[in-house]
């Protein structure tokens, strides 16, 4: 599985981003089934959880980002989408799309991460 991402770049305090991520050579089958989701990492901090979504749908997110951040998923394209609305600098960090690892376990595989940074 090789997970893209894409969609990271520079935005001002209260603007918005919209992060991408495709799962390729992933087969259509399996990827509807998968937990996806976003992790990302602020310099000098560790790696966390911003959101998930599993295969039936259901989301998590991490409570710094509730009511701001939203993660769906589009199964025929293999794609996760993480709208990032009134975004703030300390979600300035690297963000990474996440599967499941061929045993199941999450998360297994990690994308390249792609840069966010939000300026004050």
């Known amino acids: 599985v090789q997970l893209q991402a894409s969609g990271g770049g520079l935005v001002q305090t209260g603007g918005s981003l919209r992060l991408s991520c495709a799962a390729s050579r992933s087969i259509l089958s399996v990827f509807r089934s998968w937990t996806m989701g976003w992790y990302r990492q602020a310099p000098g901090k560790e790696r966390e959880l911003v959101a998930s979504?599993?295969?039936?749908?259901?989301?998590i997110y991490a409570d710094s980002v509730k009511g701001r951040f939203t993660i769906s998923r589009d199964n025929g394209k293999k794609k996760v989408y993480l709208q990032m609305n009134s975004l703030k600098p300390e979600d300035t960090a690297v963000y990474y799309c996440t599967s499941p690892d061929y045993s199941g376990a999450y998360p297994g595989f990690w994308g390249q991460g792609t840069l966010v940074t939000v300026s004050s």
């Open positions: 979504i599993t295969g039936g749908g259901s989301t």
